[in-house]
């Protein structure tokens, strides 16, 4: 294995080292920038398209800098059309005569588009990246105020439970995907944590309600696998936001949650804004009103300061949230168990980030640094009807991450390259046991086009965990231009994956491990529609797996806690494969019409290494996921009034069966750790949105949000019931409809 890796890094500096200095002939070219016009931020996936005599040559969108290039056919007289969902298209005549153009455009802010989400941009704009912005995910339903729940919306994509706002990409667990602000790691930075989980405990990677709000995201990206050279430790999926406040004063109110926000733009670019969300139901309990046998509450602010300076953008934003839920027993013989319990979940969040940029012609430096602490404590008390069970529990946690990343791009002899380097210390407690680790990694990109219809990237680096074991970072991908719309790319991507910090203290001998990712894509991006087909398979070396189980590190974390507390060992000899093939459409008509129509079908299996002392296999049939959803536009006296609807469906997603009979002797649930091949029942549910606008501006809007209009009872999970003595079923949520009011002055 060793000489492999030296042989794959010998290759790729190699390769990079000549690529990076190779000079040939290149076609002129169009680039420049993207930016608002009166904060200079950069817009983040703005389409630029190019015309010639009324016919499109090309569609290509910015980067995360609002960088864009353009590689004409030929020398002659062009149009740029820059377009971005909020703002007014910009439109002008380009002379190109055998000399590269800089052109950066700054897009004026569209009142109208602001108050009222039209369909002006796509979510998907390449391979293995979605780009969800603002107003899109207000369109289109059972978003909740959180973009990452219409995840479910697109392809290979699925969430465990509705209950909560974990991404299950490809069938692998939600706590390996991953969150960041601005390409800097972040922890869950979500409310209610314990919401959805069968143990009522705080998760990893999820919770009931983002404490985010939507209305407080520029723009939220999510990464899949293969990943580009900057990001990294994603094993599954990384989701990125952008964070902005409304402009001017707006308020929200909602079944959901209740939403002050004011922001002002002052002289020498400053800006500054300041947002805070409290639960509606938590004031209604407030006030006296009876919710039933269980309080849930939460509340959020965001602060917000930017300020820019000819070339030069600095910003800082600092975001508190707290979130209860408590549940009183209901002393009735004939209820489940957890009725029979007073559980009191509390959670705290605060996240600190501070950014910087300087964008020249030669050169793009970002720089981010965030530091993000949740808390939680779940105390639980058994009614005293029950003597025979476990009277109280209390269980703590708290984690800290630091995370500084930097990222510089340049340009040399008409190549492309990038440098970045991000740090981590994460530092951890559970249950009063401490434990931390750090993790740094470094990497260089280059980009180069050595024909006219072939664009090259080629990048190494490395990873290095707990600062002594070290891992290699390789990325590498080729895109051959078929005509001026379509594209068809094979990427690939080596990455070290970090262990979860609470499972060193329980066994320090865990390594990182890692995984090779590979993808072939078919695309066609047009101004109308979007086409993606694509094959993938991703490879998971040196797992971590429970000794003499069917269990491995890609099954919930959770259950390696459970499994290290009934005596297990973890060891470091498993192996996975996954593969699958995915497709979308995605249409757009006359800015009235919205349809998507997503598909994905891939295989998961686990095993030991031939190094391994037991014998280990867990693989499930064939999952699936499908999605299709429209929305429409309608004018009454000029006010738009939209509906959308939307279909998810999916199924085989694994699930381990529960031993009854061990379950019965310790009075909790007791999974069958040698079964692991089961699926759960497949999943579909309807949801269903209708908002209307109205306004000198449109700045008012109501909107009525439905989520599982069939009220269909999809499960969730089974557990055993120490009170019934018996396996139990608990379905995921059923109708929720969601009203709300929100305007803007």
Request: proline share 3%; with cysteine; net charge neutral.
């Amino acid at each position: 294995m060793n000489r492999k890796v030296s042989l794959f890094l010998r290759i790729f500096v190699v390769g990079l080292v000549i690529l990076g200095f190779t000079s040939g002939t290149f076609a002129q070219n169009i680039r420049g920038y993207v930016t608002d016009a009166d904060t200079k931020t950069a817009l983040v996936g703005a389409n630029v398209l190019l015309y010639q005599e009324d016919s499109l040559i090309t569609v290509v969108s910015t980067d995360t800098s609002g960088l864009y290039q353009i590689t004409p056919p030929s020398s002659a007289i062009y149009v740029l059309e820059v377009r971005f969902l909020g703002y007014k298209p910009s439109r002008r005549s380009v002379v190109l005569d055998n000399s590269n153009q800089k052109i950066d455009v700054d897009l004026i802010s569209d009142a109208l588009l602001n108050a009222y989400p039209m369909i002006r941009a796509k979510a998907l704009q390449k391979p293995n990246e979605l780009l969800i912005s603002n107003a899109l995910f207000r369109r289109l339903p059972g978003s909740f105020d959180d973009p990452s729940r219409l995840l479910i919306r697109f392809p290979t994509l699925s969430s465990p439970n509705d209950q909560a706002n974990q991404v299950v990409v490809k069938g692998l667990p939600p706590h390996m995907a991953k969150w960041t602000i601005d390409g800097a790691a972040i922890i869950n930075p979500n409310h209610l944590s314990n919401a959805g989980s069968i143990t009522d405990q705080a998760s990893a990677s999820g919770g009931g309600v983002n404490m985010i709000s939507g209305r407080w995201i520029d723009q939220y990206r999510f990464i899949l696998a293969p990943l580009p050279n900057q990001l990294f430790d994603g094993g599954s999926g990384i989701s990125d936001t952008k964070l902005a406040t409304p402009k001017g004063f707006s308020y929200a109110l909602g079944l959901l949650g209740t939403e002050l926000s004011y922001s002002h733009d002052f002289s020498n670019g400053v800006s500054a804004g300041l947002s805070y969300r409290y639960s509606t139901l938590g004031i209604l309990s407030s006030l006296g009103v009876d919710l039933g046998d269980e309080d849930i509450s939460f509340q959020d602010l965001h602060f917000m300061l930017n300020k820019s300076e000819g070339k030069n953008r600095w910003k800082y934003h600092f975001l508190w949230g707290n979130s209860k839920n408590i549940h009183d027993d209901l002393g009735n013989e004939s209820i489940s168990y957890k009725d029979a319990q007073q559980i009191n979940f509390e959670g705290q969040q605060i996240i600190h980030h501070a950014g910087y940029q300087r964008v020249t012609e030669k050169i793009n430096y970002h720089t981010a640094l965030n530091f993000s602490q949740r808390s939680s404590s779940r105390f639980s008390s058994v009614s005293d009807l029950f003597p025979e069970l476990q009277k109280t529990s209390m269980i703590d946690l708290d984690e800290k991450l630091i995370t500084w990343g930097q990222n510089l791009s340049f340009s040399i002899a008409k190549n492309e390259f990038s440098i970045h380097s991000q740090t981590q210390l994460n530092q951890f407690q559970y249950e009063s046991k401490p434990s931390d680790w750090w993790f740094t990694q470094y990497g260089a990109i280059s980009t180069v086009k050595k024909y006219r219809d072939v664009t090259v990237n080629i990048g190494a680096g490395f990873s290095s965990f707990r600062l002594n074991q070290i891992l290699p970072e390789l990325r590498s991908s080729v895109q051959l231009k078929i005509n001026q719309t379509s594209r068809l790319q094979a990427s690939y991507s080596m990455q070290g994956q970090s262990i979860f910090s609470q499972l060193w203290d329980r066994a320090p001998s865990l390594r990182a491990f890692t995984s090779q990712n590979l993808s072939l894509d078919y695309f066609l991006n047009t101004n109308k529609s979007y086409i993606q087909l694509g094959l993938f398979y991703h490879y998971f070396d040196k797992v971590p797996t429970l000794d003499n189980t069917q269990v491995t590190y890609l099954d919930r974390l959770d259950l390696m806690l459970q499994g290290l507390d009934q005596g297990y060992n973890i060891s470091q000899y498993g192996s996975a494969r996954l593969f699958g093939l995915q497709g979308q459409y995605e249409w757009l008509k006359i800015d009235r019409f919205q349809s998507i129509l997503a598909a994905s079908i891939y295989n998961l299996e686990a095993r030991s290494s031939s190094e391994a002392p037991f014998d280990l296999e867990s693989s499930y049939d064939f999952g699936y996921t499908g999605s299709v959803s429209g929305s429409y536009t309608w004018y009454i006296k000029e006010n738009p009034f939209v509906v959308s609807l939307a279909y998810q469906m999916r199924g085989a997603e694994n699930h381990l069966p529960i031993d009854e009979s061990a379950s019965q002797e310790s009075q909790s649930t007791i999974y069958q750790l040698e079964q692991s091949k089961s699926a759960i029942s497949g999943f579909s549910r309807f949801d269903l949105k209708c908002h209307f606008s109205w306004g000198k501006r449109k700045q008012h809007m109501l909107s009525l949000d439905i989520q599982n209009i069939l009220n269909r009872e999809n499960l969730a999970y089974p557990y055993y019931d120490p009170l019934l003595q018996q396996i139990n079923i608990q379905n995921q949520l059923g109708l929720i409809p969601i009203l709300s009011f929100n305007s803007s002055i």
